[in-house]
């Protein structure tokens, strides 16, 4: 079960996770410690969004705008795919 996040809350990345552009492959990777993952062109652009000070609410904020969707969806997605972040140890989110 995924915690819930406070609006106020800010996400960065763990110690040793970082997301990066493979050249080679042309895709977006996330590292951790024996860990790769390929995130999906949605899981990018909010992994782009994380970086320790923008707030949850303001990383949903620039996602609607960017994008022009619908924000209840966008706020959804970002805590559901954070949360799970969260619970592989591969985010942390201060309150």
Request: overall charge negative.
């Amino acid at each position: 079960m995924t915690e819930a996040f406070a609006a106020t809350a800010i996400p960065r990345l763990a110690r040793g996770v970082r997301l990066r552009h493979d050249e080679a492959r042309g895709q977006w990777v996330l590292l951790a410690p024996e860990r790769v993952l390929h995130p999906d062109p949605v899981a990018v652009e909010i992994l782009k969004r994380v970086d320790g000070e923008r707030s949850i609410e303001a990383i949903v904020d620039d996602l609607i705008t960017t994008f022009a969707v619908e924000r209840e969806r966008v706020d959804t997605d970002v805590r559901d795919f954070l949360g799970g972040l969260a619970e592989k140890g591969m985010v942390e989110v201060t309150s």
